[in-house]
């Protein structure tokens, strides 16, 4: 079935022009009627009726419903908010001030999903050095084999996760690229991300300019809503951006060396975690056969343990050469798997056993 568009109410004029250009902007797909009595039998059926002043005719009787804004250049004087009323339309823009809100009206329903919103994983260190970048990359490409999923940079110290991906000579935004004006639409900006394959990725550059926290979650909660994968790359020092992710993420995977002294480092970690987050997992990156085990790992930190992954001397070869080959039975994709299957739905019949 076709799904319903949002319904413009306008006739040709610059006011017509403005909004087609917003929507355009937000990646919003219109129909259009030129006025009330040609809009009624998609009345109902749009998600979102934007209705340019001039054609709010007050002798027109439409039904009420709600979603129906009025626009009009420069402000808004009394008898336009008569008409809005008229037409039981609960906002009036106007442009070019109220561009942003508008903007945001029409990415809300581009960017709502069809069935339910995706998954957000974040991932981040212990230590230095523990691997979580290495981990975030290769859970967002096994992630997107089945699902459409997004890999984004939290961390502007680490040297931008474009290098390991091979993407760094590749055209496209980095985070100092990316503008937020409200909110941006998200079909816009995976457009003009770089690739690997199908997967974008939204990297830091290579400056210590790294993503404002309001653009950060716009982003994150925007790929959640089109049901996208969305895999973090957290920064230790937990900024408010980081922090605000792993309030929405479904899972805080910290991944951890089987070493003493990377529990403790981690403990600071996580204690700053909790305050944010109760869903945390460990997991634990070494050699299975260490001679501490993974599981007193994560007795000593307390989050239960989610996967061991071992280092692959192929993987750490192909991190240089930007190639990132994945043994698809090797533990890195193993551990990806793993974690994957935390945060998917389980199957209905699965579900009912349990």
Do not use: Y
């Not at 007795?299 to 239960?304: H, K, Q, S, V, Y």
């Not at 993987?315 to 998917?344: Q, W």
């Amino acid at each position: 079935m076709k799904t319903a568009r949002p319904l413009v109410v306008a006739s040709e004029g610059a006011v017509l022009e403005e909004i087609l250009r917003v929507a355009a902007v937000a990646g919003c797909e219109l129909d259009r009627a030129p006025d009330l009595a040609a809009a009624r039998s998609r009345w109902t059926r749009a998600p979102l009726v934007v209705i340019e002043e001039d054609c709010a005719d007050d002798r027109v009787v439409m039904p009420r419903r709600d979603g129906v804004f009025v626009v009009c250049k420069g402000s808004a004087d009394v008898e336009v908010w008569r008409r809005a009323v008229s037409v039981g339309a609960r906002r009036v823009f106007c442009l070019p001030d109220d561009e942003s809100e508008l903007t945001v009206a029409f990415a809300d329903v581009t960017d709502a999903p069809a069935d339910s919103p995706g998954p957000v994983i974040a991932v981040v260190g212990g230590r230095g050095g523990a691997g979580a970048s290495v981990l975030a990359a290769a859970l967002a490409v096994e992630a997107d084999l089945t699902t459409p999923a997004l890999l984004i940079d939290c961390d502007p110290l680490g040297g931008g996760l474009d290098l390991p991906l091979g993407l760094e000579n590749t055209p496209g935004h980095r985070w100092p690229d990316v503008r937020l004006s409200g909110r941006v639409s998200l079909p816009s900006l995976i457009d003009a991300l770089p690739h690997r394959g199908t997967l974008p990725v939204l990297s830091c550059g290579r400056t210590a300019a790294g993503p404002a926290p309001r653009a950060l979650t716009a982003v994150v909660s925007a790929a959640r809503r089109a049901g996208r994968v969305v895999v973090c790359d957290l920064p230790r020092h937990l900024d408010e951006g980081a922090l605000a992710v792993a309030e929405l993420a479904e899972l805080v995977a910290l991944v951890v060396p089987i070493e003493f002294r990377a529990c403790m480092a981690a403990k600071q970690v996580l204690h700053r975690l909790a305050a944010h987050t109760d869903r945390l997992g460990i997991v634990a990156s070494g050699h299975p056969r260490a001679a501490a085990p993974p599981s007193r790992t994560a007795a000593l930190l307390g989050p239960p343990l989610l996967a061991t992954v071992a280092p692959e001397r192929r993987v750490a070869a192909t991190l240089e050469t930007g190639e990132f080959d994945i043994p698809p039975k090797g533990s890195l994709a193993t551990t990806a798997r793993a974690l994957l299957a935390e945060v998917r739905p389980k199957p209905a019949h699965l579900t009912a056993a349990a």
